[in-house]
T-cell receptor, first 112, second 111 residues
Framework: QKEVEQNSGPLSVPEGAIASLNCTYS??????FFWYRQYSGKSPELIMS????GDKEDGRFTAQLNKASQYVSLLIRDSQPSDSATYLC????????????FGAGTRLAVHP | EPEVTQTPSHQVTQMGQEVILRCVPI?????FYWYRQILGQKVEFLVS????????KSEIFDDQFSVERPDGSNFTLKIRSTKLEDSAMYFC?????????FGSGTRLTVV
């Protein structure tokens, strides 16, 4: 059973701080990972994708992937109140354009 | 920026009725998906569709469910004889390989 695990939170950080979100997965055959942001009652919005070991940066966001440890993370620098949302980690396993398996999401609260 | 469009945004139906949820994927995408999210729970995979046929389906996607691409643009999810537990947000998604784009969802309420 392929699974993606996340701490449900809430993770509370002050405005301007770095928020660190973590995710582990069960299947070593995983290929691609995605971080989505989901505001309450809305659809998932893609923030970052990462396919190979190491770091990938896009603006205030950095995704990190460690396939040996089966671990994915998302760092949000200079956190803003508008970043307050649920962050979903998702994996696409076995290559190709396969289904995404989602974690339960981590709720992030950025307080002024 | 291209979008995945879903209609209706909210549908209320009586238990036992049939509903059709509609999606227009991004035009150059080839892979299409339906997911659902029961309130407070994970996003769950239902079915994937490629080259006019189902490529994978989950345990949830039983005989009550069907998908269709009736023309070159629409992608539909039909739920026959709805049950109370079918109440959820239903998301359509599509990809051409560099990230999966989700539609805004249809909130289905079965009463």
């Amino acid at each position: 059973q392929k699974e993606v695990e996340q701490n449900s939170g809430p993770l509370s950080v002050p405005e301007g701080a770095i928020a660190s979100l973590n995710c582990t997965y069960s299947d070593r055959g995983s290929q691609s990972f995605f971080w989505y942001r989901q505001y309450s009652g809305k659809s998932p919005e893609l923030i970052m994708s990462i396919y190979s070991n190491g770091d990938k940066e896009d603006g205030r966001f950095t995704a990190q992937l460690n396939k040996a440890s089966q671990y994915v993370s998302l760092l949000i620098r200079d956190s803003q109140p508008s970043d307050s949302a649920t962050y979903l980690c998702a994996g696409s396993f076995s290559g190709g354009y396969n289904k995404l398996i989602f974690g339960a999401g981590t709720r992030l609260a950025v307080h002024p | 920026e291209p979008e995945v469009t879903q209609t209706p945004s909210h549908q209320v139906t009586q238990m036992g009725q049939e509903v059709i949820l509609r999606c227009v994927p991004i035009s150059n995408h080839l892979y299409f998906y339906w997911y659902r999210q029961i309130l407070g729970q994970k996003v769950e995979f239902l079915v994937s569709f490629y080259n006019n046929e189902i490529s994978e389906k989950s345990e949830i996607f039983d005989d009550q469910f069907s998908v269709e691409r009736p023309d070159g643009s629409n992608f539909t999810l039909k739920i026959r004889s709805t049950k109370l537990e079918d109440s959820a947000m239903y998301f359509c998604a599509s990809t051409r390989g560099d990230g999966y784009t989700f539609g805004s969802g249809t909130r289905l309420t079965v009463v």
